[in-house]
């Protein structure tokens, strides 16, 4: 079945910094009363200390309404109260602010070779987290304890237990069912196919698991990162694969069957015949990931054994890396110049482990998407590397619990104890 795009909220800013831009409520799923709980934490969740007057006037709502709807709030620990507000005459009154840290998410990049978690705030602040290499190859049960593992060590850095946990977000490295959490014949993850992650991970983590694509939750994080205004944007990653995440119309494109922005398997249009791994031939995965530039490179005689090493000699000056670089550059951008005539996004943000060399790939991607793409569609389209770097999954997978939980359905139901 497939799965609706995901409207993203507007993040709230981090604690200390509110914004003077209200968030509106919404929801998710259904239509719930505009008088819940979790339509009046809406206007709460920008971190700006409000009176119940400024609620009351906000709001819509009876005087009578916000004080039960507040009194609620303040029982799950998302709203307290705080100063007092300045007066003019009288006694002050007291004002209400969201607290980031009544509650931790943990959030999880998986990648081909890595593992990246975190333990955040609910302002998908990074409060402690570890990268470690991990081959994805060696199955789910031995990988997600590892997780696990990490998790609880993380959590207990970071002074807080499991009972403070209000949900995970995990990304994977392949396709994945968003509403089952279950990867869907990845073609580098053996073992995994259907393997019921949220299950597995739900027997220690409590609270919801969720599970998605690894360039999806990337998308997430650098949109909330840093283009938090930018309703289309591409979040492209080139690592041990090549794969994109797809933010349209301010909604997280997922496709029919989780597999939109797979443009690893898309042919280089200049007839490459390179074998992939998939089976075809000219992939544009076999042809410019990192693992194809490591090969080509050894191919020429260089000691290079992976993307690492491939980083390291165009960062040492090394002439035939940077040329090897560049041309896998170019080899995405005439992938990518399909997308963009396709998509219009007005931003483009190359990520993952080969982007750490920096100008000589976009150079290589930026040659050819202006070259191949028409003046209108790149008229204001912004090439930029990864804001968040190696933070955008995790800092993704933590909006992606924050931005369902904090929804008006996410709030009501943490309110009637069902969340």
């Not at 994109?244 to 398997?265: C, E, F, K, V, Y």
Request: proline share 7%; hydrophobic share 40%.
């Amino acid at each position: 079945m497939a799965s609706p795009p995901v409207p993203l909220a507007p993040p709230p800013t981090r604690a200390g910094t509110p914004s003077s831009r209200p968030v509106a409520p919404s929801s998710r799923a259904g239509t719930p009363a505009a008088s819940s709980p979790g339509s009046l934490f809406q206007l709460l969740r920008d971190g700006e200390p409000r009176t119940r007057a400024d609620l009351v006037s906000a709001s819509g709502m009876a005087r009578s309404t916000v004080a039960g709807r507040l009194e609620e709030l303040l029982t799950t620990g998302l709203v307290v109260p705080t100063g007092e507000a300045s007066s003019s005459g009288g006694r002050p009154a007291v004002t209400f602010v969201f607290d980031p840290s009544s509650r931790v998410v943990v959030g999880v990049d998986l990648g081909v070779s890595h593992v990246h978690v975190a333990v955040t705030d609910l302002t998908n602040r990074v409060l402690a987290e570890d990268l470690e290499d991990l081959r994805i190859a060696d199955g789910p049960e031995p990988v997600l304890r590892r997780t696990t593992a990490l998790a609880a060590r993380l959590l207990e850095h970071a002074g807080r237990s499991l009972d403070d946990v209000a949900g995970t977000g995990i990304g994977l490295p392949g396709p994945v069912e968003f509403s089952t959490g279950q990867p869907v014949s990845p073609p580098v993850m053996p073992g995994w196919d259907r393997f019921d992650v949220p299950g597995f991970l739900g027997r220690t983590l409590p609270g919801p698991v969720l599970v998605d694509n690894d360039v999806n939750i990337m998308a997430l994080g650098e949109h909330a990162e840093r283009y938090r205004d930018v309703d289309d944007l591409v979040f492209v990653k080139v690592a041990s694969g090549i794969g994109a995440g797809i933010i349209s119309g301010g909604a997280l494109q997922r496709g029919a069957q989780g597999a939109a922005g797979d443009l690893g398997h898309v042919a280089v249009p200049d007839g490459n015949q390179t074998l992939c791994s998939c089976g075809n031939l000219g992939c544009l995965e076999a042809v410019a990931s990192g693992a194809a530039v490591a090969r080509l490179l050894r191919e020429r005689g260089a000691d290079v054994q992976d993307q690492n090493d491939v980083v390291a000699l165009v960062r040492a000056g090394e002439t035939s890396a940077i040329q090897a670089v560049r041309d896998a550059g170019r080899d995405i951008g005439s992938v990518l110049a399909g997308v963009v005539s396709l998509l219009n996004p007005s931003v483009l943000v190359v990520g993952g482990r080969i982007s750490a060399v920096g100008e000589q790939l976009l150079a290589g991607i930026r040659e050819s998407v202006y070259r191949r793409s028409l003046p209108l569609g790149t008229h204001h389209l912004r090439i930029v590397s990864s804001v968040s770097g190696m933070r955008a999954g995790i800092v993704g997978a933590s909006v992606l619990v924050t931005d369902t939980l904090l929804s008006v359905d996410g709030v009501d139901a943490v309110v009637h104890g069902r969340g």
